[in-house]
């Protein structure tokens, strides 16, 4: 008997996380990790009509007893490997499985498990025994002696004590909402689930499926797209990249993730290019796969491709969702203000449906995770903005909810000069898009299976979005370039390219001894109606790296050489430079904590009255500034909700009286 090597308590408190269903799925995932194409399940039932006892056989390569040690030792027992695996799984669907937490998982509705193998032993013979596990000693387990079989191949798992009430039509649907993607990705290799005698047939999981082929830099790509009538079970919206073997040699999320549109999908694309993308075995942290995805032409020019394959799906699947989007609004009576049976009533109401149903297409989001008072407040503001002498007020509603700076203001005023349709949903339009670059970025700073770096993802991201630190600023340095580069273009900016040159400023960076170092973004901008010049300058780190004195230190060293040219240092120029990483050491926390007495959040240094500052943040809140500043219309609403309403009530009265007047 050889021991597992963690405590039976341990197991169970660190598997607690599993349902019953879920845990049987693990024994599934686990025949398709040992190689398996076909997973047989046998369900017992009882009077009841639950289940009894349970068989699930792969036809994989079986337990190998000379590693049986390896396979049912503790997933604990290496942390970082167990993360490597689930980071590896991330990119590529191959491995499920964590070193043994599948086979340890039963305890959740079995009172013992036994599994049957038959493995192909080192003298090239099949080989077959058991290994048997009770769940009141999860430390343990027992195999028996190998004995030489003419059997293929294989485990099968049996569970003959099953203790809780498992429904075969739940387990059914669990495994098609659990498997359907993967049963796909793997079609050309006849990967199946049969259960009962009767294979798995997910096809009332489809709810669009289409194909296609496209030709790119003499690479044919072959490509089938899903809509899935449900969210798939762990499983994100994904790109799944198949090589001309049929084999899957990556995957990647969709750009369509988290929209709040119930759109969930999956886009399989097979192509011989695929062919020659290897993913580095023996270091699955390696940027690999962000320098293939960042320097290869064909590569970027294909997920523009396949972006517009999916993009030309999902608008159709909204603008037909979004009339559920109105049911559950009727629902709730967000439109029982309209007295239906006044004709003009009833068009104003048609007309505000419609109007939602065009912003929802739009951006979906605005409807997502409100609770009722929050949508009933939402339709009361869309009802004003449908309304004539309303849309004149609407700059100031969007200005006083969403707390615009003056240069937000000046291109929302642009926007809003006219007062149609067109004008609010360009408007709508704009705050979409930002929240899209905003996840985006977001996932690319915590979503370790993006495997982002600092120079090639995050820092192409920054120079992208540097709206995140201030509006209508240019550009002036980026990530290759110097501070003699940095000068001279902050000059060309300035001085719109007129050819003239500071050659006092640029002798002055060149007589610096650090003139070759590279900031990660700097940028200038001239305040209109007045010669004060901003300039803010960034510095990023890699997401896993904590931020530090020695960050800090870097930072100063720029702002010293930047405050070397005099005229940075005039008194129309001011300098604000931020450092910024997922999170801060305490030493630097402490310094900022000292600086709360100046009266403003993450200062670390200021000089010359506030014309030089250094402030650290992390992504963290960068991210959550931006989301208060443009969600923060559904808590402020509640505040204008009165006065609209009265305005509402104002504009019936003129209306019906204007009808009166007519008639």
């Not at 194409?37 to 036809?59: F, H, Q, V």
């Not at 007589?511 to 901003?534: A, F, G, T, W």
């Not at 219309?633 to 209306?655: G, R």
Request: proline share 2%; aromatic share 12%; with cysteine.
């Amino acid at each position: 008997m050889e021991d597992i090597e963690i405590t039976s308590l341990g197991v169970k408190r660190s598997l607690n996380k599993f349902t019953e269903i879920e845990s049987v799925m693990e024994y599934i995932w686990n025949g398709f990790d040992a190689k398996a194409n076909k997973i047989i399940i046998t369900a017992k039932l009882n009077d009841l009509g639950s289940i009894e006892s349970l068989k699930i056989k792969d036809n994989g390569e079986g337990i190998n007893k000379n590693k049986i040690k390896e396979k049912f030792k503790p997933f604990f027992q290496s942390e970082k490997i167990a993360q490597q695996i689930q980071d590896k799984r991330k990119k590529n669907s191959t491995y499920h499985g964590k070193n043994g937490v599948g086979r340890l998982t039963f305890f959740k509705f079995s009172q013992t498990a036994l599994w049957e193998t038959v493995f192909e032993d080192l003298d090239g013979k099949n080989k077959k025994y058991t290994i048997e596990i009770n769940s009141d000693n999860l430390t343990k387990y027992t195999p028996t002696d190998s004995v030489e079989t003419e059997e293929s191949c294989g485990t099968t798992v049996i569970f003959d004590s099953i203790f809780v009430p498992l429904s075969l039509e739940e387990l059914i649907e669990e495994i098609k909402t659990e498997f359907c993607w993967y049963l796909v990705l793997n079609k050309e290799s006849k990967y199946n689930i049969v259960i009962n005698d009767i294979e798995i047939d997910f096809t009332d999981m489809i709810l669009e499926k289409n194909s296609g082929k496209e030709m790119l830099n003499d690479f044919c790509f072959d490509w089938l797209f899903i809509n899935w009538r449900t969210p798939l079970k762990k499983e994100y919206s994904k790109y799944y990249f198949i090589n001309s073997q049929g084999k899957e040699s990556f995957k990647e999320y969709t750009t369509f993730n988290n929209k709040g549109d119930k759109f969930y999908h999956s886009l399989f694309v097979k192509s011989e290019f695929f062919d020659d993308f290897i993913l580095n075995k023996t270091d699955l942290n390696s940027p690999q796969m962000s320098i293939f995805q960042q320097q290869n032409y064909t590569y970027k020019k294909l997920l523009i491709l396949l972006d517009k394959i999916i993009s030309d799906r999902r608008i159709p699947y909204i603008k037909m969702y979004s009339n559920k989007v109105i049911e559950d609004l009727d629902k709730i009576n967000a439109f029982d203000y309209y007295n239906t049976n006044d004709m003009v009533e009833s068009f104003k109401k048609n007309n505000l449906q419609d109007f939602i149903r065009e912003l929802y297409v739009i951006e979906p989001k605005i409807f997502a995770q409100l609770n009722k008072e929050q949508k009933l407040t939402m339709v009361r503001l869309l009802d004003a903005t449908m309304n004539s002498l309303d849309r004149d007020n609407l700059f100031v509603i969007l200005d006083s909810v969403l707390e615009l700076d003056s240069d937000e203001k000046e291109q929302l005023s642009l926007i809003l000069a006219t007062t149609s349709l067109t004008s609010i949903t360009k408007t709508i339009n704009f705050l979409k898009e930002r929240l899209k670059a905003l996840d985006y970025f977001e996932q690319m700073v915590y979503n370790k299976s993006l495997n982002a770096n600092e120079v090639n993802d995050l820092q192409y991201m920054l120079e992208q979005n540097y709206w995140l630190f201030g509006e209508q600023y240019s550009a002036v340095a980026k990530a290759e370039d110097n501070f003699v580069a940095l000068v001279k273009n902050h000059f060309d900016i300035l001085r719109k390219g007129d050819g003239e040159e500071n050659q006092e400023a640029l002798q002055e960076i060149n007589s610096n001894p650090d003139k070759m170092k590279q900031v990660d973004l700097c940028c200038v901008r001239q305040m209109p109606c007045s010669d004060k010049i901003e300039n803010i300058v960034v510095e990023i780190k890699h997401p896993l790296k904590k931020l530090t004195q020695t960050h800090y230190q870097q930072l100063r060293k720029y702002m010293e050489v930047l405050t070397s040219v005099k005229e940075f240092v005039a008194d129309n120029y001011k300098w604000t430079f931020y450092l910024v990483g997922t999170s801060i050491d305490q030493s630097l926390q402490d310094d900022i904590n000292n600086l709360k007495i100046k009266g403003k959040s993450n200062l670390v240094f200021e000089k010359d009255n506030y014309k030089i500052e250094i402030f650290i943040r992390t992504w963290k809140s960068i991210f959550n500034d931006y989301k208060i500043k443009y969600n923060s219309i559904y808590s402020k609403l509640k505040l204008e909700e009165s006065e609209l309403i009265k305005e509402k009530d104002k504009q019936i009265i003129k209306d019906k009286q204007s009808l009166l007047n007519v008639n």
